[in-house]
């Protein structure tokens, strides 16, 4: 799952804003097979620029190029937070998956009312826990080259706003907002809650909260604590905490560090080293008829492919419920092969839009958000059928990057130059 929430500002302040979430070697890159669709051809095609100096079109046909180059995503570190969402530089959060029995009955309402401990999600911590893994791990990322950048990195940001740039070309609901800061030469990402999704969160129906509690509950009974003990459902759901993986990859010629929750990993201990070992696991209606699975194809799965290709997680693991929240059967989705699960439906959605619109948006911020400070915020801002378009505030509220962040970054660096 992934729990990140966007930045929000007050009222007063949204109703200023402009309307206009290793093992391999880290030098080798690896180009992915093409039946998964992660292979990128430096092909002759002429394609029309979806991009102009003020905004960049989101329709569909301008990304349907060859797919990007997307490097093998590589773990360089991980950290955790604990029940009070305290940060720890290290894995004690780490769960490990054991398979259910095919039909688990598992009643997915079990400790709703007096076993869950629900994060208080109007609290925004912005890119917060990252860059405290990044202060604590700058060993692993300090510039090489003679310059002023601080990080070896191109983008700094959290999974679930990658996500969403993905699934943009075929979003017709939510819009989004994505504050841009360059610091030291590096370009971080933040998400900022937009009006409309904060208006659902603050009006959200005791049916749907029940139902976001079926994904933590649905986790609890198919994760152990340690390689060796088995699930133990008895014990309170807590939202606070969690584990994240942080990864370093390259799409086209963006270098892109970000972090993302992992739900668990798979015990066997011949598996892949990470990423290539997690797993992640959803919760999704019951499907009875052709219809229901054909719809799970074209909305639901581009979401959990999205999702789990970015960092290299191989497999979704989907627990599915009835109405009443009891979860009759279980179903694992390979991420390489979710293309092929598609490729029949009508009208479907395709990896290398996606992947190509995200392409295009990172290289859209490289040319608009050139001033290098941390006062500055470059707000992109989308809705469905729109354009991406940008404003630029000053010392504003959607700045995001704390100052104890600028101001280590900046002494390390001139300790740097120093010696």
């Known amino acids: 799952m992934d729990r990140h ?40 095609t002429t394609w029309q620029s979806p991009a102009n100096s003020q905004s960049l079109s989101t329709r569909r046909e301008l990304y349907e190029r060859d797919f990007p180059l997307y490097k093998q995503p590589v773990e360089v570190g991980c950290f955790s937070l604990d029940a009070q969402r305290r940060f720890f530089n290290d894995n004690r959060q780490m769960r490990y998956y054991v398979e259910p029995d095919r039909n688990p009955n598992f009643d997915l309402k079990d400790g709703y009312k007096d076993r869950f401990v629900k994060r208080d999600d109007s609290v925004k911590e912005k890119l917060d826990h990252i860059l405290r893994w990044v202060v604590a791990n700058r060993s692993k990322l300090d510039s090489t080259t003679a310059s002023s950048r601080a990080l070896d990195v191109d983008f700094v940001t959290w999974r679930g706003h990658l996500t969403k740039l993905l699934t943009t070309p075929y979003e017709t609901r939510d819009g989004w907002l994505l504050a841009v800061t360059r610091f ?58 969690a584990f994240c993986t942080v990864v370093q990859t390259r799409l086209a010629d963006h270098k892109l560090l970000f972090s993302g929750e992992v739900d668990c990993r798979d015990k066997d201990p011949n598996a892949p080293a990470p990423p290539g070992c997690y797993v992640e696991l959803k919760t999704s209606a019951e499907i009875c008829t052709p219809k229901q699975r054909s719809n799970l194809h074209r909305f639901k799965l581009l979401k959990w492919w999205a999702q789990s290709f970015l960092p290299g997680v191989p497999r979704v693991i989907a627990g599915f419920r009835d109405h009443d929240g009891v979860v009759v059967s279980v179903e694992t989705f390979h991420i390489s092969k979710i293309s092929h699960l598609i490729k029949n439906e009508y009208n479907c959605w395709k990896p290398t839009v996606c992947m190509n619109f995200c392409c295009d948006f990172l290289s859209f911020v490289k040319r608009v958000a050139t001033e290098d400070n941390p006062s500055v915020v470059y707000l992109f801002s989308w809705e469905p059928c729109r354009e991406v378009t940008f404003s630029i505030h000053r010392d504003s509220p959607y700045s995001f990057l704390p100052h104890w962040y600028i101001q280590e970054m900046t002494s390390s660096q001139e300790l740097n130059h120093q010696s």
Not at 30 to 43: L, V
Not at 218 to 240: K, L, M, R, W
């Open 5 to 44: 929430r966007p930045h929000s500002l007050k009222s007063s302040d949204r109703n200023r804003r402009p309307r206009d979430d290793s093992g391999r070697n880290q030098g080798e890159i690896k180009r992915f097979k093409a039946n998964d669709h992660r292979q990128y051809q430096s092909g002759s």
């Open 184 to 241: 030291r030469g590096t370009l971080y990402i933040s998400e900022v809650e937009t009006e409309a999704a904060c208006r659902e969160r603050e009006n959200r129906t005791e049916r749907h909260e029940k139902m976001m509690y079926w994904g933590y509950k649905f986790e609890q009974y198919t994760c152990a604590d340690d390689i060796q003990s088995s699930p133990d459902p008895s014990g309170a759901v807590n939202t606070n905490e």
